[in-house]
C-alpha cells in the first residue's frame, strides 16, 4: 500500500525553526516529485514548495520564498521541508503530496495525513 | 501569479446534480485537477487531466474544462459527497502549482 508520513510538527515560537519530514513507504520515492501543501485552520488548501525526484529542482510559494525550502535523501526514501524564521501565519497542517507519474502538469495522486504546525508564543 | 476562483458553496439535495467551478485566466490551455477533503482527512484526487477519474472513484464524478472556467460535475449525489473540493493547475509561466478557492457542497 502506498503511503506518505509527515513527523516533524509541533509548537514553535515566531522566529523559530522545524524540519518537517515526510517518509514514504509501499513504493519508491526516489522515482517521484513532491511537493509540500499546508492549510491553515478553517481555510483552503496553498501550496508551499516543490522537488523533483532527482532533488535538482525546487520551486517555493512567494509567502514562504526564502524561509522555507524542500530537500531530499533518496537513499532514506525521505522529503523534508525546512522552515526558518516562522510566523503566525505559518501556522497550518502541512501535507506532503506525491506528483503522479507523466510527462507535465501532473496530479498530487497520494497525500500523507499531515502534521501541524502551531507557531506562537 | 495565476488565480483559481471557485464559488464557496454549493447546496444540492441527493440525487440531483452539483456543478462546482472553477475560473482562471485561459484555463482551458491548462490540465485541471480535483480534490475532495472531507473533514479531518486529507485531500483525495478525484479528477485529474480535466476529466480522467483514478481507480475507485465513481462514474458519478466527472470534469471538463474550456475557455476561462473548469467544471467539476457530481451526479446523483449523494450524502458522502458532502467535502470541500478544490481545483488545482500549474502556473505555466513560473511551474508553481496553485489552488483554487474551495468550494464547500452541502448536501441538503
Known amino acids: 500500500e502506498v503511503q506518505l508520513v509527515e513527523s516533524g510538527g509541533g509548537l514553535v515560537q515566531p522566529g523559530g525553526s522545524l524540519r518537517l519530514s515526510c517518509a514514504a513507504s509501499g513504493f519508491t520515492l526516489n522515482n517521484y516529485d513532491v511537493n509540500w501543501v499546508r492549510q491553515a485552520p478553517g481555510k483552503g488548501l496553498e501550496w508551499v514548495s516543490y522537488?523533483?525526484?532527482?532533488?535538482?529542482?525546487?520551486y517555493d510559494a512567494d509567502s514562504v520564498k526564502g524561509r522555507f525550502t524542500s530537500s531530499r535523501d533518496n537513499a532514506k526514501n525521505s522529503v523534508y521541508l525546512q522552515m526558518d524564521s516562522l510566523r503566525a501565519e505559518d501556522t497550518a497542517v502541512y501535507y506532503c503530496?506525491?506528483?503522479?507519474?507523466?510527462?507535465?502538469?501532473?496530479?498530487?495522486?497520494?497525500w500523507g495525513q499531515g502534521t501541524l504546525i502551531t507557531v506562537s508564543s | 501569479s495565476y488565480v483559481l476562483t471557485q464559488p464557496p458553496s454549493v447546496s444540492v439535495a441527493p440525487g440531483e446534480t452539483a456543478r462546482i467551478t472553477c475560473g482562471g485566466n485561459?484555463?482551458?490551455?491548462?490540465?485541471v485537477h480535483w480534490y475532495q477533503q472531507k473533514p479531518g482527512q486529507a485531500p483525495l484526487l478525484v479528477i485529474y487531466?480535466?476529466?480522467d477519474r483514478p481507480s475507485g472513484i465513481p462514474e458519478r464524478f466527472s470534469g471538463s474544462n474550456s475557455g476561462n472556467t473548469a467544471t467539476l460535475t457530481i451526479s446523483r449525489v449523494e450524502a458522502g459527497d458532502e467535502a470541500d473540493y478544490y481545483c488545482q493547475v500549474w502556473d505555466n509561466s513560473i511551474l508553481h502549482r496553485v489552488f483554487g478557492t474551495g468550494t464547500k457542497v452541502t448536501v441538503l
Open positions: 522537488i523533483s525526484s532527482s532533488g535538482k529542482t525546487i
Open positions: 503530496a506525491r506528483e503522479g507519474i507523466g510527462d507535465s502538469h501532473r496530479p498530487f495522486d497520494h
Open positions: 487531466y480535466n476529466s
Open positions: 485561459n484555463i482551458g490551455s491548462n490540465r
